[in-house]
């Protein structure tokens, strides 16, 4: 075997001239096969020790341009230095320059900054009386929109009312009509018409009342519509307020770029400025950092004023539009208001007419109330009730057996029927009108109602839930980050707490905060995770690995004929189909090429296989320089030689 020492072949010649001519002529293969061998080793030698001469030539040509080329480069480095060193001067006299600027910008940013503040307090302020006073008139519209409600069903009563009252006052009409006989009725009209004007009273009463609610609604109206134009003016300042804001974001959007430019240039030669010069700079860029964090909170908050002040304006829409909503309420009551009086006045006159009429007919009829006449004619008009009483009774008798009753056209009952269908006129116009004011009053009411249901739908959809996984990858990412970032913020305010208060409290002392403390562990165990995910993935890439290398081995062994085994001293071991005792081993590296076989080969095949990769390999190897083609022509004998 090629692996084997010099003091194991000299006992096998000794063991071999003690054998029989057999063993001996097997040794004598075994020796020349190894001889064959070394020539082989030999040959690969030489080739390589010629390859590592070239390339050290080559290596050494190299060396010498890098040589020159170094030399070069370094009258170019001591010229540059040169011209470093002039430009740190100027950088010494530019940098005393920036930092009596930046010391003057601070200062202007600190006063910037506390006048903020201030004007921050004073939005604080006129936001909490902004929205007392929102409330405040939200309640106020609220009652009077109760109030427009109760109006509305008393109305509706009302109208309920006068609907039963004229109904009656038509069975009426249809009985008088019924009636025959031509008996002056003077006690029952008086009495009616005390009735009806007690009742005109009444609604003249009620009329007025709501008059005067309409007004007290129109003065709480006109309130409301001055507080809403104080508020628009109080809007329009924070407006104003709020552009200041946004210009002074501005210039300090402008001072953080070129304070970025700045820092830019001195880390291209922060390497040769003096020490003291980079002491004063940390301290002006500490200061800088400090001034930073204020304007960021300063930020945030003006984002949040910003939020409050885009509610407060959505919250002046609603307000503008249920103003607007209550001028029209208010025209229409108005003209309502106008149709009540309107109806009042004429109420009035039907009750004038109506007293001068019952005087007149009153001192017609009765021309004296005292004495015995008066008695007399009072007990005519008793006798001539129970006359109609009896004649309607008749009436109603012949009426319900059919007969057809004489005609009466008597001039009493004719001016009692004008009057009753005069009146009946004016009832069926005051009908008229009420249902046109339920019918707007019913208008509003659905109105309310949709808005209403509108606002509860807007306030369901506003709770509203959003389901997610119980696990949710997104979620717990977010955590991270967010726990990471609260640490982050109590860090920089205990760092910031410490510059401050340094030199008041333990000057001697040196110590880290806390939270400092926290974020360290805190990016440890994220690191531990990230550690771990990378190991899990390693273990599973090599997994995947082992698979897919042995499908790669298969396919070439289905494909080429040979099978690979990869060893772990990065060499590889090259079966044949065609013969699996037998088997090369490759080094890559090295480039060397060797025989071997296993336990179960027979000495006989293992030399003949050994005579052909011999032939084989001087050819091939030695004078071509071509492996993949040795093993094609190997692979071609063997199935040859199998197929034989």
């Not at 540059?80 to 002039?86: I, N, P, S, T």
């Amino acid at each position: 075997m090629p692996n084997e020492s010099p003091q194991k072949r000299s006992l096998a010649l000794s063991h071999a001239s003690m054998a029989s001519p057999k063993e001996m002529e097997q040794t004598i293969h075994r020796l020349t096969y190894e001889l064959e061998n070394l020539k082989t080793e030999n040959q690969l030698l030489v080739t390589n020790a010629e390859a590592t001469e070239y390339d050290c030539e080559n290596r050494i040509k190299a060396m010498v341009g890098e040589k020159t080329a170094l030399e070069a480069s370094q009258n170019v480095l001591f010229d540059k230095h040169q011209a470093l060193a002039a430009q740190v001067v100027r950088l010494k006299d530019d940098l005393a320059g920036l930092h009596a600027r930046l010391t003057e910008e601070t200062l202007n940013l600190r006063f910037e900054v506390q006048a903020l503040q201030e004007e921050n307090e004073n939005v604080v302020r006129t936001k909490q009386d902004t929205e007392t006073r929102l409330k405040r008139q939200a309640n106020e519209l609220s009652s009077t929109l109760t109030s427009l409600r109760e109006v509305n069903e008393l109305l509706e009563t009302e109208l309920l009312l006068k609907v039963e009252e004229i109904r009656r006052l038509k069975l009426e009409l249809a009985g008088v009509q019924l009636v025959v006989a031509p008996v002056p009725i003077v006690t029952d009209t008086t009495d009616f018409l005390e009735k009806e004007l007690s009742q005109q009273l009444e609604t003249i009463k009620q009329f007025e009342a709501q008059t005067k609610q309409q007004q007290e609604h129109v003065k709480a109206l006109t309130t409301t519509v001055q507080s809403l134009s104080l508020v628009k003016e109080e809007n329009r300042s924070l407006e104003a307020k709020l552009q200041t804001d946004r210009d002074l974001e501005g210039r300090l959007h402008e001072l953080e770029l070129q304070r970025l430019e700045l820092q830019k240039q001195l880390a291209g030669y922060g390497a040769s400025v003096g020490d003291g010069l980079l002491t004063e700079y940390t301290k002006v860029r500490n200061e800088n950092l400090v001034l930073n964090d204020q304007i960021l909170q300063l930020r945030s908050e003006l984002k949040l004023h910003d939020n409050e002040v885009d509610q407060i304006m959505g919250r002046f829409t609603e307000l503008e539009t249920l103003v607007d909503e209550l001028t029209a309420k208010n025209a229409k009551l108005d003209r309502q208001k106008v149709l009540s009086l309107k109806e009042i006045e004429s109420l009035r006159k039907q009750l004038k007419e109506i007293d001068e009429f019952d005087t007149t007919e009153h001192k017609l009829l009765h021309p004296s109330l005292s004495g015995p006449a008066y008695k007399v004619q009072l007990q005519l008009t008793l006798e001539d009730i129970e006359q109609i009483r009896s004649e309607s009774e008749r009436v109603r008798s012949e009426a319900i057996s059919g007969q057809k009753r004489p005609r009466t056209d008597s001039p009493v009952n004719r001016s009692r029927a004008e009057k009753l269908e005069v009146r009946n006129l004016a009832l069926e116009n005051e009908k008229i009108q009420f249902l046109s004011r339920n019918k707007v009053l019913q208008d509003e009411v659905e109105r309310l109602r949709k808005q209403l249901a509108l606002a509860t739908e807007i306030q369901s959809h506003k709770q509203q839930r959003v389901l997610e996984l119980k696990s949710n990858p997104t979620r717990n990412h977010q955590m991270v980050k967010q726990t990471l970032l609260d640490t982050l913020t109590r860090e920089n305010n205990q760092l910031l707490a410490k510059l401050q208060n340094q030199n008041k409290e333990n000057p001697g002392v040196d110590h880290v905060p806390r939270a400092v403390y926290d974020r360290k562990i805190l990016e440890q165990t994220q690191l531990e995770q990230q550690v771990s995910d990378l190991e899990k993935r390693q273990v599973r890439l090599k997994e995947v690995f082992s698979k897919k290398s042995l499908e790669f081995v298969n396919t070439i062994s289905e494909i080429l004929g040979y099978k690979l085994e990869f060893l772990s001293s990065s060499k590889v071991k090259v079966y044949s189909k065609y013969n699996a005792q037998q088997y090369l081993t490759i080094d890559p590296y090295k480039k060397t090429l060797k025989i071997g076989s296993n336990d179960e080969a027979d000495f006989e095949t293992e030399d003949e296989f050994e005579r052909r990769c011999n032939g084989l390999i001087k050819y091939w190897v030695g004078e071509k320089g071509e492996i993949p083609c040795f093993l094609a022509a190997l692979s071609l004998e063997l199935f040859e030689k199998r197929v034989s």
